[in-house]
């Protein structure tokens, strides 16, 4: 069985960030953060393998209903049928293998791949995932029952000489199927061990809840890249590690998403590295979500799309960019228009689509104003399962809902977090 290469976050896919707690009368000043030298200085990360990841299969329904959970998207009816069928399989026990609509597994890649961080003094190093759909920085703690820290790195403030508990300070994280919540210390905080900001805000969970959360095997935290300048935390929110680096140390104010099949990929801060992309960068503006313009999403307008070598389509979507989702979602029209094309296509019940592998999968063009960005042919499949099947890369969303491109083809691509300007950069990728 061959696995999708995986990514910065995969997992978050299977969370949802819907951050609920907004800020009310602040009483906690805004943290002071100190960083150790003041030169501004551009770094690569590169991802680790995480030791502490478990292979795990998991029911092709969630990790379909995942990116549907994690923007708050409606799901279409088969899927959503399939989830309420799946949660009482849950209730009762079964097992989930043998469900009519939930028969098909996966594995579960989230958290496969991580960037390490240490906190504290002496430091402490975790496996966290970055996540470009969010906007805290939050930890297992040993606040938390052991039986939610098991196999994982666990934060203990009191074991720091530089933590400080920011006394009245909390956070909760809500993704529709779980969430976070506990309180917040400050503590140095490295990050690829370039440099240490002293007194960064870590938020440290008391408790998870839900199932996604816990299934997320051998991550220790999340760090959020949104584009919020200040986090979630109340009643005082504070400034995010992202726009504390922009402002200090990073000379300038982006960072870019390499991500690799099957390897592993890059995140590089404050610099552009032509040598990660081909051709010339296709610049978009980051537009407001509609009905919730602080949601920090890295959300840009497409300016239609093309199938193989069909016609272009002049049709504007909303598509988010997140490096946290294993798949691609485009509206039910084009999606079977896609599928159309590719021989042998058929639905799951969920409504999840498959191919045979030895069929030939068509390219996807997509505009950005007047420039066209092309995503290969062999950008198309999630997983191959067993008899020589495929768990397609694209999956449909309904009509008048958005397009969201997930690992699968962000691994085709090189993307430019333009945080100052608050735009996206897209290029190809140098072939591999
Ligand atoms: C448990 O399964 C039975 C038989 O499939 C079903 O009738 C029942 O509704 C399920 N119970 C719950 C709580 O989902
Ligand atoms: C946290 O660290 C302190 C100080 O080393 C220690 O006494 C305590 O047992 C630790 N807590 C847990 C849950 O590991
Ligand atoms: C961030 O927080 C600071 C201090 O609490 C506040 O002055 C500022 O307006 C906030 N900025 C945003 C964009 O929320
Ligand atoms: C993006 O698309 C939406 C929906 O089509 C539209 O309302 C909005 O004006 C567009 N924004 C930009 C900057 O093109
Ligand atoms: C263009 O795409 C939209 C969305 O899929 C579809 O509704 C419309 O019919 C397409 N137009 C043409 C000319 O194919």
């Not at 998991?58 to 799901?75: E, G, S």
Request: charged residues 15%; neutral net charge.
């Amino acid at each position: 069985m061959t696995r999708s290469p995986l990514m910065v976050s995969l997992a978050i896919c299977l969370l949802c960030l819907l951050l609920t707690a907004r800020a009310q009368t602040p009483t906690i000043p805004r943290i002071a953060l100190q960083g150790g030298s003041k030169a501004r200085k551009a770094f690569s990360m590169t991802q680790t393998r995480n030791p502490n990841w478990k292979w795990r299969q998991i029911p092709v329904t969630a990790l379909y209903a995942a990116p549907f959970l994690k923007h708050h998207l409606r799901m279409p009816e088969p899927l959503k049928e399939a989830v309420d069928e799946l949660q009482m399989e849950v209730i009762n026990r079964t097992s989930l293998v043998h469900e009519r609509a939930n028969g098909q597994t996966a594995v579960g890649t989230n958290g496969l791949y991580t960037f390490p961080v240490h906190i504290g003094k002496p430091a402490q190093t975790f496996n966290i995932m970055f996540d470009t759909g969010s906007g805290d920085f939050w930890v297992w703690s040993w606040l938390m029952p052991q039986t939610l820290t098991n196999g994982r790195n666990v934060y203990n403030a009191t074991k720091s000489s530089e933590s400080d508990r920011l006394t009245g300070q909390s956070f909760n994280v809500n993704y529709a199927q779980g969430s976070a919540y506990g309180v917040v210390w400050q503590d140095t905080v490295t990050v690829n061990g370039e440099y240490s900001i002293q007194g960064n805000p870590v938020e440290c969970a008391q408790n998870v809840g839900g199932t996604n959360l816990p299934g997320l095997t051998g991550v220790d935290g999340i760090m959020g890249l949104n584009t919020w300048i200040n986090d979630s935390e109340y009643p005082s929110p504070q400034q995010t590690w992202l726009s504390f680096i922009v402002d200090q140390y990073l000379p300038a104010p982006v960072f870019t998403v390499a991500l690799v099949r099957n390897g592993v990929g890059t995140m590089d801060f404050g610099t552009i590295d032509a040598k990660k992309y081909t051709g010339s960068l296709v610049y978009t503006p980051v537009v407001p979500l509609p009905g919730w313009a602080e949601s920090g999403y890295w959300l840009v307008n497409w300016s239609g799309f093309s199938i193989g070598k069909g016609s272009f389509n002049s049709t504007v979507h909303q598509v988010f960019v997140d490096s946290g989702c294993n798949l691609v979602l485009l509206p039910t029209s084009i999606a079977r228009k896609y599928y159309a094309q590719i021989r042998g296509s058929w639905q799951q019940t969920n409504g999840f689509w498959m191919f045979p592998c030895a069929a030939t999968t068509p390219t996807f063009t997509f505009g950005l104003g007047t420039s066209r960005i092309t995503i290969p042919s062999n950008h198309m499949v999630f997983q191959v399962v067993d008899g020589g099947n495929c768990l397609g890369a694209v999956q449909e969303i309904e009509e008048d809902s958005y397009v969201l491109i997930g690992v699968p083809w962000l691994e085709a691509l090189f993307v430019v977090h333009d945080y100052g300007a608050k735009r996206l950069g897209f290029a190809l990728r140098p072939s591999y």
